[in-house]
């Protein structure tokens, strides 16, 4: 064996040994996206268990500093949506500083306006199938009125009949 061949197998097999140690590179960018922000989401509740925050609003605004951009300032779907969820957010984590709420019933609060977000969501994924469904259907009507209105050019030669 020659010695460049041997730099190419070795090569060859770091690369494969590399790309079975990331998942042949499978994670999307809004998958890559969405753990930064659930971590730093999570980093910021921290904050609060370990009472660097003294306020359920400081955590929000962690939030806001954090997470948001990570929704924001790419292009995920629907950022209005990440923007009303921490919108929601807030306004429990005000009411659970005022004490008009415990932090059991802001933590239910927050799961309700998972909820509610990931519905509108839904809704939103739903109309946008029956529009692509649509289009389809009017681009197929189309194309079969097309084809069965267009003039046909045919010819032959020996036993074949060619037409277009």
């Not at 659970?96 to 977000?117: C, F, P, T």
């Amino acid at each position: 064996m020659t010695n460049a061949f041997q730099n190419f197998n070795m090569n060859l097999c770091l690369a494969l040994a590399l790309l079975a140690l990331n998942g042949c590179g499978l994670e999307s960018p809004s998958d890559i996206m969405d753990k930064n922000a659930v971590t730093a989401g999570q980093q910021c509740d921290q904050m609060k268990s370990i009472k660097v925050f003294k306020k359920w609003s400081e955590v929000s605004d962690c939030y806001d500093k954090t997470v948001l951009p990570i929704y924001t300032k790419t292009n995920y779907p629907n950022p209005d949506l990440i923007e009303l969820l921490y919108a929601k957010y807030r306004v429990i984590h005000e009411q659970m500083d005022e004490k008009k709420i415990s932090s059991s019933e802001g933590d239910l609060q927050k799961k309700q306006a998972i909820v509610y977000v990931n519905n509108i969501f839904s809704q939103r994924a739903a109309v946008d199938a029956e529009e692509e469904a649509a289009s389809a259907a009017s681009y197929n009507a189309i194309m079969q009125n097309y084809n069965a209105n267009r003039p046909r050019t045919c010819s032959g030669y020996g036993n074949s009949v060619t037409c277009y």
